[in-house]
Each structure stands twice: as C-alpha cells, then as structure tokens.
C-alpha cells in the first residue's frame, strides 16, 4: 500500500515545538538535520519500502481556465496563511500502522538545538491500482 | 561484452543503415532495437563481428518494420531482403548524426534525448531513468523530435555552437540512474574533436575535463555541497587537469578565441592553484573581460565576473561590478552575501545568504547556502 508524507512549508495543526527559520540554527545543527533526512530515506530504500522524494520550491500561484480563447487567471503567489506543501515522500507499505510508525519517525527529525522538530507530518493514503474484488 | 564498444557502434551503423537507402527516423529505430537485443544476447553469445551483427540485426528488424507498414497498407513490399552495397559509410556519417540530433529547431530537451540515443548509443530506458521520467514519455520525447527533423537533409552542414551547448547540458546532467552522464558528454565531445577542425569543439572537451577533475571534491560526507576555495585539493584527478590544459593550450595557440576556450582558460587557473589562496584571481578576471563579449554580455558571466573582480580588487570593487546585473538572476543572493560577507558586513550577508537559499533552484544547493547563513549568524553571535 502507498502512502504519501507531505511536509508543509505552513498550514497544518499548531507547531507543537516551534523551530526558528532553519538559517537562525547552527551549522552543526543544519548539518544534522539533513542527515537524518538523508539517512531516513536510505533506511528505506534497504527495506524495499521507498519509492520517491521531491521537495517543491516555495514559490508557485493557484491558475484555472477562463473560458474559451482568454488565457488562464492565476492566483498567487500563494497568500501567507494558505497551506503550502514543502515536499512530499511516497513510501509503500505493509500497513497504514507502518505509514504512521515511518511519519513519526521522520518527524523526530533534529531540529535547532538538537532535539526533534516534532513538526506535523500529513499521511495520505493513494487510491490502489488493483481492480481486484471490484466485479 | 564491452559495452562501450557497443554502444560507440550506434551511430556508424545507423549512417550503413541511411545509405542503405533508410530513412533516419527507421533506422535509429531498428538500430535501438537491434542494440536492446545485443543487450540481452550478448553476453551469453558473443558475436565474432560484433558490427557485422549489428547491421544485419538492425538491418533485419528495419525490414520487419517496412514489411509490417506495407502489409497495413496493403502494398508490396518494396525493399529487397538483400541489402543494396550502397557507398562505404564515413566518419561524416557520425558528424551528421551529431548535428541532425541537435538541430536548432529541436527544444534543448529532446535534442539531448535524441544525440543520447542515436549518437551515444543509450537505450531509452537508461534515457529515461536518467531524467526521471517514464520509459515511455521518452520514448514520444525521442519520436516527435524525430517527426519535427523528418526530411531535413543529412548531406547539410549543420550548426555547431547548437551541438556544442547540447553537449554541455548532458555534461551538467550529471549523474542519473546507472548512465554517468557527465562521462558519456566527455565520451561523445572526445569523439566530436576526431570528426572536426574547430578550436571551441577542443575547448569545450577541456571545460569538461578541467571541471571534471574536481568532481571528487565537490561532494562532502552526506552529499553536502562543497565551494570551490573549500575544495580538498588533494583529490583533484592532475591527469584529467594535465590532459584538459593541454587541449585547451592546444587549442588557444591556434587565436580563435570562443566562450568555451575563455571558460576553460578560467576553469585551468583555479586547477593551476596549490592552495585556493593562490589563485591568481587577476588573470581570471581578465578571462572574464574576454569572455564577456563572447557571450553577448551574459548576465550569468557577469555575475561570476564580479565575484573574481571581488577576490582581485577586494569585496567593495566586486559589489560596483554587480552594477547593471539583473537582481532576480538565480544566485545574485548567493553573490550578494558573499561579498557582504567578505565585507565584513556579517549581518547583511546573514539575511541574504537566507535569501539565496529561498531561491534555489536544487536541494544541495539550498542546504549549503542555508548552512552558509547559519554559519555567519554564529559568528555574529560570538563577536
């Protein structure tokens, strides 16, 4: 089963543990941080559950269609209390239990001063591709 | 099996197949079909005259191709079995193919698909997985550029500077699925100086190797990105550096001066540099005074001009050098700080460093400029 873990630039449940702007941290903090993203989804990929990472640049606008012949209104760059995705990871699983166990950990990401961000992680489950059991 | 050696047969025998009297867009098609098949046999089988199965294998699946499009048509089939002699293939042939597969009026995307899979010999698969896409998007990316190039002539001399850049995206690719493509645009820009008398062809082999050299050392321990005055020198290949200065010094001699040979020449002194504090920042700068004409004023080249300008004449005369650059080019921020930084004003370059990590374009590169802002702050903390 797959699932995907979005991380959210902002928007999402209140921060439980803060963090200052990641540039306000330490270096050796940086540094830790991005290993244990780095070591998190090599862990992954050694257990056969990963499948992909993206993260997504902060800029971006909302756009839709405008009728025939006129071109396409855009709404952006996406206002300052709109939810906005940072990145996601798709892992495929055994369970949605797993899913969960895999978000906590990666939400125990070292943040400023050392200890866990324990920043809200969403898990979304993907529609399955099997059409078994559907006739 | 050598598979180097197959794959550098690609495009000799797509140019037997075109004097065969096939069309280009068939024969690419047979002859990567042909290779996925000597993929798969191989190794178990290896063939005593590896072209000659090619070409029988590549010529047999076009025939297959032509049979099956006649019969849908409800024609004879109009192509012997027996391959016409047809004139003896040439090196042009492959200097055509370069130049056909990077034709100006292909989008820079499927001109680098296409001289990957006709010149380098790359099935679509390894294409594909090198640029993150499905197997079968590149496969249409590689076939709709093929339609848009139906019917240019081979025969034509075709434009240079278009293969030149096509080259150097695939070199800036670098690494992706198992296909290292950094070494497979020095492998196909090495075969281009064979097939051509142009200086700018040897400059940009010596640009590739020269940056090359330093590719062990760009990484640090958790793919972290490393600036090139942090640079371990130590692990900078002197064998690629001594070949690419040759070429370049080679190529120089000969006073027809273009952008690669300048950006090479720059790239040669930073090797030429025991320690980074010994770079001979003047001399560079006058490379970018040459280089800048050459590249109608790039703005990009301005910027990296006024970061030398910086290191010669000192932070102040590199930020006036920044006067009249475009503000929202991709790491002005990163510039800015910089210089700020060696400034000594460590606050400002705080912010921009921060700045410049918000706009960049990969994630290496914004955790380093990230970690660059966190690292001046802690200075500013401690003074």
């Known amino acids: 089963m797959k699932y995907l873990l979005l991380k959210h630039y902002r928007g999402g449940p209140d921060a439980v543990a803060p963090q200052p702007p990641m540039d306000e941290w330490t270096p050796e903090d940086v540094d830790a941080h991005v290993q244990y993203m780095r070591d998190f989804a090599a862990r992954l990929v050694e257990t056969g559950e990963f499948v992909d990472e993206r993260a997504l640049r902060p800029e971006g606008t909302f756009v839709r269609h405008d009728g025939e012949g006129r071109p396409p209104v855009t709404d952006g760059p996406f206002a300052e209390t709109k939810d906005l995705i940072a990145g996601w990871m798709l892992i495929d699983v055994e369970s949605w239990e797993r899913a969960v166990e895999l978000a906590g950990q990666l939400s125990a990401a070292p943040g400023a001063g050392g200890a866990p961000t324990r920043e809200w992680l969403e898990v979304r489950p993907l529609f399955s591709e099997q059409l078994l059991g559907t006739e | ?383």
């Not at chain 2, 990105?225 to 010094?249: C, M």
């Not at chain 2, 025991?274 to 109608?296: F, H, K």
């Not at chain 2, 800015?336 to 930084?341: F, G, I, K, R, V």
Request: with cysteine.
């Open chain 2, 1 to 383: 099996m050598n598979e180097g050696l197959l794959r550098e047969l690609v495009p000799t025998v797509i140019g037997i197949l075109v004097r065969r009297g096939a069309d280009f867009a068939s024969a690419e098609d047979a002859v990567q079909e042909a290779l996925i098949r000597a993929l798969a046999t191989w190794p178990d089988d290896p063939p005593r005259d590896p072209k000659a199965w090619l070409v029988a294998a590549a010529w047999h699946k076009f025939l297959d191709a032509v049979r099956a499009e006649t019969s849908r048509r409800g024609r004879e089939v109009a192509v012997d079995a027996e391959p016409p002699p047809g004139p003896a293939p040439s090196t042009d042939d492959t200097l055509r193919l370069y130049f056909l597969c990077a034709h100006p009026t292909l989008p820079p995307a499927s001109a680098v698909a296409l001289t990957l899979r006709a010149v380098g010999g790359l099935t679509t698969r390894q294409i594909a997985a090198a640029h993150l896409v499905p197997e079968a998007t590149m496969a249409q990316r590689i076939s709709r550029a093929k339609r848009r190039i139906a019917g240019q002539p081979l025969d034509q001399p075709g434009d240079l500077p278009t293969v030149l850049r096509v080259l150097y995206l695939v070199f800036n690719e670098g690494y992706g699925g198992d296909v290292d493509l950094a070494a497979e645009a020095i492998r196909l820009t090495r075969q281009l100086v064979t097939l051509t008398d142009e200086p700018e062809v040897a400059g940009l082999l010596a640009l590739m190797l020269l940056h090359h050299a330093r590719r062990e050392s760009r990484t640090g321990p958790g793919g972290r990105l490393v600036p090139l005055g942090s640079q371990d020198r130590s692990l900078w290949d002197t064998g690629l550096i001594a070949e690419g200065v040759a070429i370049l010094q080679a190529a120089l001699a000969r006073d027809r001066l273009g952008e690669y040979q300048a950006q090479a020449a720059i790239a040669a002194l930073h090797a030429d540099a025991a320690r980074a504090s010994e770079t001979d920042w003047v001399q560079i700068v006058e490379w970018y005074d040459e280089l800048l004409p050459l590249t109608g004023d790039s703005p990009v080249v301005r910027l990296n001009r006024a970061v030398a300008v910086g290191e010669a004449d000192g932070p102040q005369a590199g930020l006036a050098a920044l006067d009249g650059v475009d503000p929202s080019l991709p790491r002005y921020a990163a510039v800015t700080a910089y210089l700020y930084e060696r400034a000594g004003e460590l606050s400002r370059a705080a912010g921009l460093y921060a700045d410049a990590a918000r706009a960049a374009t990969s994630v290496p590169e914004r955790d380093h400029l990230t970690r660059e802002a966190a690292r001046v702050r802690q200075q500013l903390r401690g003074s």
